[in-house]
C-alpha cells in the first residue's frame, strides 16, 4: 500500500516511484534518510525500476547492510559495476565493512557512479533500526547532487517512549522540549519532521523533500498518518507519502 495526501485525504498511489515525484525523471539522485525502513523502502524503490526495465545504482553514503545477492558488489570497479547493471537492472555498490555492512564508496567513485547516468538511491543516514531518529551534527550526509531527500519515520514509534524508539534522542528531547520517558505523539512526528534542526536539516533550495511515513500497516497507524499530513500541512507542509512496509522480493 502507498498513498499520497491530497486535499485532506490520503489518495492510493501506483507506485513509490508514482509517490514520491520520480517515476517519470531520467537521472533523480535519491538521499533517503531519517529511521524506520529506509533500506527496505529503497529496495522497494529498486525493484520498481527494475520492473519497468530501469536500471538502477544503489549505494550509501554512509553505511548500510551488504547482502548476499548478485546484485551487490562490494569493490570501487565501474567495470563490474556496469556489467551487473546490464545482467541484473540494478547493482547495489559500497566498500567492505564489519559487522555485515557496506560503507559508503569514495567520493570520487560516489561522482563516477552519478555520471553512469540512471536513477541514482542513496541510503544518507544511519538509524540503528530503531523507528525514530534525530541527525547529529555530523549527519545526513547529502551530496551536493542530491535532487531528492526522502525522509523517513516509522509508525510504530507512535505510543512508546523516546528512551526507547529514538535515535539520538537526546537531541530530540532539547528540540520538542520532552522527557526520555514520555510517549511519542502525532504531533512530536511532525514537528520533527519539518524542523530544520531534524528532518529538514542539510536540505537546500534545490532538493525536493518528502516525508515517508511507513508501517503503515493497520487501520490505526494509518489513521495516525493522515493526523500527521494534516498537522504538517497546517505548517506548510503537505508533500508526504504513506506506505505499509513492504516485503523482501528476491529473484
Known amino acids: 500500500m502507498v498513498k499520497t495526501y491530497q486535499a485532506g485525504i490520503l489518495k492510493e498511489q501506483p507506485s513509490l516511484l508514482h509517490a514520491l515525484g520520480i517515476e517519470d525523471l531520467k537521472s533523480p ?15 522497494q ?6 520492473r519497468k526495465g530501469i536500471p538502477v545504482i544503489v549505494t550509501t553514503t554512509t553505511h548500510m ?19 551487473i547493471l546490464a545482467r541484473e537492472g ?3 555498490i559500497g566498500c567492505p565493512n564489519k559487522a555485515g555492512k557496506m560503507r559508503s564508496p569514495s567520493l570520487e567513485f560516489l561522482h563516477q557512479i552519478l555520471a553512469i547516468g540512471c536513477p541514482v538511491l542513496i541510503e544518507a543516514d544511519g538509524s540503528r533500526r530503531l523507528p525514530l531518529k534525530v541527525p547529529a551534527a555530523h549527519e545526513p550526509v547529502l551530496l551536493p547532487e542530491t535532487s531528492h531527500v526522502v525522509n523517513v519515520y ?12 529514538c535515535f539520538r534522542a537526546d537531541i530530540a528531547l532539547k528540540l520538542l522540549g520532552k522527557r526520555e520517558t514520555d510517549l511519542v505523539s502525532e504531533e512530536d512526528i511532525a514537528k520533527l519532521a519539518l524542523d530544520s534542526l531534524a528532518g529538514r536539516k542539510g536540505i537546500t533550495s534545490s532538493m525536493s523533500y518528502q516525508i515517508v511515513l511507513n508501517k503503515a500497516d493497520t487501520p490505526e497507524r494509518e489513521a495516525a498518518a493522515l493526523t500527521i499530513c494534516r498537522i504538517a500541512e497546517k505548517q506548510g507542509h503537505a508533500s508526504l507519502t504513506v506506505a505499509a512496509e513492504g516485503k523482501r522480493t528476491q529473484r
Open 45 to 50: 524503490t529498486a525493484e520498481e525500476y527494475r
Open 29 to 43: 539522485v535519491v538521499s533517503v534518510v531519517g529511521a524506520g525502513g529506509k533500506t527496505t523502502l529503497i529496495r
Open 154 to 165: 516509522g509508525l510504530d514509534a507512535l505510543g512508546n517512549s523516546f528512551e526507547n524508539v
Open 90 to 92: 540494478m547493482v547495489w
Open 65 to 83: 547492510m551488504a547482502e548476499n545477492h548478485p546484485w551487490f558488489l562490494l569493490s570501487t570497479s565501474v567495470d563490474k559495476m556496469k556489467e
